[in-house]
């Protein structure tokens, strides 16, 4: 799986013009699942992001995680992240079928949720419109292939 966490004050999705899923301080994560992925995966990236510590604390030093400041997660299906760009047209082969990928997204997202926190997200292979408001900014890349 890949993800890219951004550090938000707010973060919205919206399909066909109407609000499906918003926060406010959180994370907007992208979630792109590959072909190799299991639930196990899904699981340990969820329990990674939840960990994270990227909000600040008192000394203002990257140290708090989400549940120490409230936060909700935005969860966007991304299987933009698997683009092979080795031409100028980027192929999407490389990501996992919908049969595949929305049970592992999902799966995700379940997770998050079991572990205490508001989750909010998009509409697997829907066209959206993410806006958000960046905190930092502080974005933060995972592949859980390497």
């Known amino acids: 799986m890949r993800a890219v966490v951004t550090r938000v004050k707010s973060a919205s ?5 109407k609000v499906n899923g918003a926060i406010g301080q959180g994370y907007l994560v992208l979630l792109g699942v590959g072909p190799n ?3 196990d995966t ?3 990236l969820a329990d990674k992001i939840c960990n994270l510590r990227i909000f600040e604390d008192e000394n203002e030093k990257m140290n708090l995680n989400l549940e120490q400041v409230g936060g909700s997660i935005l969860v966007v299906s991304q299987f933009t992240l698997y683009a092979d760009t080795s031409s100028r047209r980027p192929g999407f082969t490389g990501a996992a079928k919908p049969d595949l990928a929305i049970p592992l997204y ?9 572990r205490g926190f508001d ?3 998009g509409e697997f292979g829907a066209d959206m419109q993410v806006f958000s408001q960046n905190d930092g900014p502080v974005t933060i890349l995972f592949d859980t292939e390497k």
């Open 13 to 17: 999705v919206e399909i066909g013009g």
């Open 37 to 39: 992925d299991t639930e």
């Open 42 to 44: 899904a699981v340990k």
């Open 106 to 114: 999902e799966k995700f997202m379940a997770h998050c949720w079991e």
């Open 119 to 121: 989750v909010q997200h």
